[in-house]
Nanobody, 123 residues
Framework: VRLQAYGGGLVQAGDSLRLSCTDS????????VGWFRQAPGKEREFVAS????????NYADSVKGRFTISRDVAGNAVFLQMNSLKPEDTAIYYC?????????????????WGQGTQVTVSS
């Protein structure tokens, strides 16, 4: 599994961005996938996760109602739609493939990590 996250950028508060996570070897279609983020000087934190069929999603309280995680029908791409962005959403965003068919808020529940994509939200 080789994951690649992309779609980040510099936006203003209130704007939207859509992050994508793809798998170069189409194997994570059977895995849960999660998005995490890490701001400068802070620990990596859970943002959202989705099960292998997309039927189960979970979100951090800080993004509920603003972010939506989804995956394509084939299961080889996962998306994070981020609306109403705030400056505190500024971070490097990472996607990761779970060790199971479901996602988790625990970093240890993920086996494969992609390179991150920078999201910067200006006030």
């Amino acid at each position: 599994v080789r994951l690649q996250a992309y779609g980040g950028g510099l936006v203003q508060a209130g704007d939207s961005l859509r992050l994508s996570c793809t798998d170069s070897k189409p194997t994570f279609s059977n895995n849960g996938v999660g998005w995490f983020r890490q701001a400068p000087g802070k620990e990596r934190e859970f943002v959202a996760s989705i099960s292998w069929r997309g039927g189960t999603t979970n979100y951090a309280d800080s993004v509920k109602g603003r972010f939506t995680i989804s995956r394509d029908v084939a299961g080889n791409a996962v998306f994070l739609q981020m609306n109403s962005l705030k400056p505190e959403d500024t971070a490097i965003y990472y996607c990761a493939a779970s060790r199971s068919s479901y996602g988790s808020s625990d970093l240890m529940g993920y086996r494969y990590w992609g390179q991150g994509t920078q999201v910067t939200v200006s006030s």
